[in-house]
């Protein structure tokens, strides 16, 4: 049987609780689980990559419990096509499901080079608090020839941007703000 590896790349600008609920739960269901953070192409602003990679080992550390997680900073690509390239090439008998925000789900084939990447992976929709699944945008995916799951999963109801733009404290584990202060990271009144 093929290790059924998960792969979550994400802007993690900084990774929030929400992201560490959903990196707990893929290491229930899936052998391994590779996370690297990404410049995402489509947002301006970002901080440091090297930081936010910081930021995700110390979000992995606090629960990597099953000891199946772990960070690929050499998977991180702006172009999702390239981070799955890189993935084959490492697990080249593996099943790669691609873990993916609902918020996704509509922009997807819009990117790049998309009828290359759905074939390689299936697609793994996790539920955004505030974003439902747009069933247009995932009918568009089934006629492109994708395989979709949608996870089972309760994250809370918090993000990268409500904490970069309101300082929403509860987004954040204590480590995590502890870097950010250290680091002088984003301009957020508290």
């Not at 702006?78 to 922009?107: F, H, M």
């Amino acid at each position: 049987m093929n290790k059924k590896i998960a792969l979550f790349g994400t802007s993690a600008d900084p990774p929030t609780t929400g992201h560490q609920t959903i990196i707990n739960w893929l290491s229930q269901h899936y052998d391994w689980v590779a996370v690297w953070a990404s410049d995402n192409p489509l947002k301006d602003n970002q901080s440091c990559l090297s930081q936010r990679s910081a930021m995700l080992t110390i979000a992995i550390a606090e629960i990597n419990w099953r000891q199946n997680i772990r960070l690929h900073p050499e998977l991180s690509s702006p172009r999702t096509l390239e981070s799955v390239a890189k993935a084959k090439a490492q697990w080249p008998e593996a099943e790669l499901n691609l873990a993916i925000g609902s918020d996704l789900v509509r922009q997807l084939p819009s990117w790049y080079r998309v009828a290359d990447l759905l074939p390689q992976v299936k697609l793994l929709v996790v539920s955004r608090p505030g974003y439902t699944i747009d069933r247009a945008g995932l009918d568009m995916l089934l006629g492109m020839g994708a395989m979709v799951e949608i996870a089972n999963i309760n994250a809370p109801a918090v993000s990268s941007t409500a904490y970069r733009e309101e300082g929403d404290s509860k987004a954040l584990t204590p480590s995590i703000q502890e870097y950010i202060d250290r680091q002088q990271l984003y301009d957020v009144s508290r």
